[in-house]
């Protein structure tokens, strides 16, 4: 490769942003000249292939190293000898499909937040060899280390190892700071709270802590806000204004905001009408719920003849997300939560990362988040009955979609900073919905890993393997559709008839009948002959190869013969000695 000044690599050492081969090629020169693996550098020979779950170690390694290390980027570099003097040697690694790019969505299916490469770059020498692929690794979030797959790697020297807990406080350490919710509002008085929204609080209190209620009924509202941790030694918190405040008093708060926004669209996506709700946000929920075109459904049950009624949308479903969306929002932003309303589905978005990693996480877990953005309001709305203290409310919201036999929640946390769930408001897929009826002893991951093949989303290779091992679907990727076993349940057989592949047998007998009646076949004759009747499943190149095999297994098999080569080549009937 092409040599490169060193003012050249001295000022790339700085940044991360790589826009000739060039300036690429001088960034690896750097790095190769390095004395020894740092951190937050790796290289591999790599020659042919590396195993997917090393990949993924790394880079939850390299990342959190960047992260200590204060590096714009974390490098992985296949294609290199790993001891100094380091050559190129070249590597093979996803030259086939599936290749690079669809390599990065992977990755981001198993680390926390959806983490993925800044960029994966390819380096080539002049007569195509010696090929070097540069993974471009982002630095951990501050105060969020990367994970993979839960766990969380760093380095010791060049040793890949479990991140040391001193390493791993480090990183949370950066997000430690005073928690924005529980600062003191200067000025702020119980005169600036609303009345209404305090006798709201108090029965939700009285709610959670039934033993109490007689006594809280005794006590004034100071002691109360204070006994409810909604303010500090009667000093009003920002909590108190977001959540009891009156309309007016959300000054005291600035430049944050505490918004909900609804908007309603139309099916071309156009807005139709909208309203924003401020503070008491306590009440705001219950007025942004009176908004939402909440429309009967009806569908059948297998076992009855009458339609079920139900209505698009789970009340508890709603409040629940936009309950998170209030305890979890980056007020520090100046954004608002947003509520999108759509023919059959509602979008809520609030700002900041999503804590936890991935929604998998959380319902694996079923446990409290260790570190909160706004612990105070958190605690307050425990206290109020807002969320649930011990973190499950994103599993129930899913096991509450399962027993209305809806689709799942879609969680978005592909834009980083800010966190999208789609509740959808209708039955996709009957055959689902049956399903979701019949076998109720499948486990919520299964449930949410079919969810994703009714909606045509990809999966995981671990959640792909895990229905695959129970029988739970068939097909090829990306088209997968429900098995048997499952058709055979909810009565969906013609539809899985029409998606599985016939027998073999049964389209080499239609070739021999056409050629009997016609003699001669074009390959585009045979196309149309067999193409809409090859597995709905399959895509139209997976028909096309499926249709070239069988015709060279009916050759080796003495079937048929070709007459002719290449576009011009017609199939006949084999006949003996010719």
Request: charged fraction near 30%; hydrophobic fraction near 35%.
């Amino acid at each position: 490769m092409d040599t490169v000044s060193h003012t050249t690599i001295s000022k790339l050492s700085q940044g991360g942003n790589f826009t000739t081969p060039e300036e690429l090629k001088a960034k690896l020169e750097e790095m190769m000249e390095l004395p020894a693996e740092t951190e937050w550098i790796e290289f591999k020979e790599a020659k042919n292939n590396y195993d997917f779950d090393d990949l993924g170690r790394y880079f939850s390694a390299l990342s959190n190293e960047a992260n200590l290390n204060r590096q714009p980027s974390g490098w992985l570099v296949f294609g290199i000898t790993n001891k100094p003097p380091r050559n190129i040697c070249g590597t093979n690694y996803r030259l086939q499909e599936p290749g690079l790019e669809r390599l990065k969505w992977d990755i981001s299916q198993h680390t926390n937040n959806q983490t993925t490469f800044i960029k994966i770059h390819e380096l080539k020498g002049e007569r195509g060899q010696e090929r070097v692929i540069l993974f471009q690794i982002p630095p951990a979030a501050k105060g969020i280390p990367t994970a993979w797959k839960g766990h969380y790697y760093g380095r010791i020297h060049e040793s890949l190892k479990p991140l040391t807990l001193q390493k791993l406080d480090q990183i949370r350490s950066q997000a430690t700071f005073e928690d924005w919710s529980a600062q003191i509002c200067d000025g702020a008085t119980l005169e600036d709270l609303d009345s209404q929204a305090i006798a709201f609080a108090r029965d939700k209190y009285k709610d959670k802590h039934h033993e109490l209620a007689e006594e809280v009924d005794q006590w004034d509202d100071t002691t109360f806000l204070d006994k409810s941790k909604v303010c500090i030694d009667g000093k009003i918190t920002r909590t108190a204004i977001i959540l009891l405040g009156k309309n007016e008093a959300e000054h005291f708060i600035y430049p944050a905001v505490a918004r909900i926004s609804w908007i309603l669209k139309d099916a071309n996506g156009l807005e139709k009408d909208y309203q924003h709700f401020g503070p008491p946000l306590i009440l705001a929920v219950d007025q942004v719920f009176s908004r939402i075109r909440n429309l009967t459904y009806r569908y059948m049950r297998n076992e009855t003849l009458f339609p079920t009624e139900i209505t698009q949308y789970d009340s508890w479903v709603i409040r629940e997300t936009l309950h998170n969306a209030i305890a979890h929002q980056d007020y520090a932003q100046g954004g608002r939560i947003n509520v999108v309303e759509e023919s059959e589905s509602l979008l809520f978005t609030n700002l900041g990362e999503f804590l936890p990693g991935s929604v998998e996480e959380v319902i694996l877990r079923d446990a409290p988040q260790e570190f909160y953005r706004n612990r105070f309001l958190a605690n307050s709305m425990v206290e109020l009955k807002m969320i649930d203290t011990i973190g499950s409310g994103i599993k129930r919201m899913f096991i509450r979609q399962r027993q209305r036999s809806f689709p799942m929640p879609d969680y978005d946390l592909s834009e980083r900073g800010r966190v999208k769930v789609r509740i959808i408001g209708k039955i996709l897929d009957e055959r689902y919905t049956r399903m979701l009826m019949m076998r109720t002893d499948l486990e919520l991951m299964d449930v949410i890993s079919l969810d994703k093949v009714q909606k045509g989303n990809s999966l995981t290779e671990d959640q792909f393997k895990s229905l695959k091992k129970r029988h739970l679907i068939e097909g090829r990727r990306p088209r997968l559709f429900v098995s048997a076993e499952i058709a055979a349940v909810t009565d969906t057989k013609a539809d899985y008839i029409k998606k599985r592949a016939f027998d073999r047998d049964y389209y080499k007998k239609l070739v021999l009948k056409y050629l009997e009646q016609y003699e001669t076949a074009s390959r585009e004759n045979i196309d149309e002959l067999l193409m809409d009747k090859i597995s709905d499943a399959l895509s139209y190149e997976q028909k096309k190869n499926y249709i070239n095999n069988l015709l060279q297994e009916m050759r080796r098999e003495g079937y048929i013969e070709p007459l002719g080569r290449a576009r011009g080549t017609r199939w006949v009937i084999h006949k003996p000695g010719s």
